[in-house]
């Protein structure tokens, strides 16, 4: 099976996907005063307690982890893809490719501990 | 209203390019009187003749099915035998080699990358050696099949669209617009059975897949062949098949011997134009 097909398929599902968690982001963040959607605790999204309260929910510890996964995904991959159209040496989109996956396992890696440990020491003693 | 027919002074500023003699392309600019219906392939044979016969292009049918004569006219790619001088300025014209190749001299651009990338896609049917090379028989294909493929037939492979590609400007691996067209053509072909050869290919580094649909292929394609379609087909086609959601349609039979097509039913015919 062809790479290309497989990471460009993985590319379109991942747009589809931030599409959606980017929606209930706008949603969620930037229109509180009208819509008021998961903010129990006033109209400021970004206040303490209700980002204390989204924090310990589960289901915002999960989709933090997956709108990090599929913006990383999808951001790389494109930046990738307009990198390889400089028409590189071989050895360079090697060098590319590897360079891109650790940098994005790294920030993965890096903001999934960040949304656990923002879960766990909610639910440990800064319950919203 | 009547055709003029008072020629009109037309300026060509026509790139000219000799590897020789020349260390660069340059511009040289003709008065070319120019009638009405006068394509640009007329205006340069006018000027081969009467003002620089070492003016160079390349042509042959002069009627837009052979591709000879693709070039960059007034920056877009199109078959000089195809546009009229009059139709695109009253005054003067800009005329180029096609971008995206290497120029071999004057309006003659080294179309070679492009039959070796075409080449490479294997653009013939694909099937059983055996089968093929019985000369028994025929394969039966229905209108609705012959329509799935039929409009990326009208290719004429003059480079138009491999001109106007922005990917292949900046990416020479790219196979481009024709040889991607021809590839889906093949894959659209209910005679064919190469689809899982082909998508090796189609989907490589520098397949379908490096295409962005800028749709300048489709655009200024002389023939309405429509490569951006054709692409993104394929890319659906190769997703499909990737997710194992492809149908799973049969190649066509081949038939032995006369009578075991079937006729279409409710066959209606015309009407009879002269009694009897």
Known sequence: ?????????????????????LGLHMLIMHMGGTVHLFAPHGTDAVSMANSQWRDSKIFFTITYVLLLGVGLYHGLYGLRTILFELTLKPAL???????????????????????????????????? | MAESK?????????????????????????????????TVLDGLHWIKENLDPTLVWRYSCRMGICGSCGMLINGSPTLACNTQILHLSG?????????????????????LSMFDKHASVQPHILRDAAELNDSKGEFYQ???????????????KCGCCMAACPTLATDVRYLGPMPLTALERYNEDSRDEGFQVRKEIAAAH?????????????????????????????????VLDYLHLASRAKTCKKLDGPGEGKLLPNMTFPARTIPG
């Open chain 2, 206 to 238: 520098g397949g379908a897949f490096s295409c962005h649909y800028a749709g300048e292929c489709s655009r200024v394609c002389p023939k309405g062949v429509d490569p951006g379609k054709a692409i993104q087909l394929l890319k659906r086609k190769l």
């Open chain 2, 142 to 156: 229905s209108p609705e099949e012959l329509e799935a493929y039929l409009q990326f037939t009208y290719c004429i």
């Open chain 2, 6 to 38: 008072t020629a009109k002074q037309i300026q060509f500023h026509v790139t000219r390019f000799n590897p020789e003699t020349d260390a660069k392309p340059f511009i040289q600019t003709y008065a070319v009187p120019v009638l009405d219906g006068m």
């Open chain 1, 93 to 128: 989109e090697n060098a590319v490719t590897a360079l891109l996956v650790i940098l994005g396992l790294g920030l993965f890696g890096l903001g999934t501990w960040a949304a656990w440990a923002a879960h766990t020491i909610v639910l440990a003693g800064g319950r919203g």
């Open chain 1, 1 to 21: 099976m062809s790479n290309q097909t497989k990471y460009w398929t993985w590319h379109m599902a991942a747009g589809v996907v931030l599409l959606f968690l």
């Open chain 2, 91 to 111: 005054s003067a014209i800009t005329v180029a080699p096609l971008p995206n190749f290497e120029i071999i001299r004057d309006l003659v651009p080294d179309l």
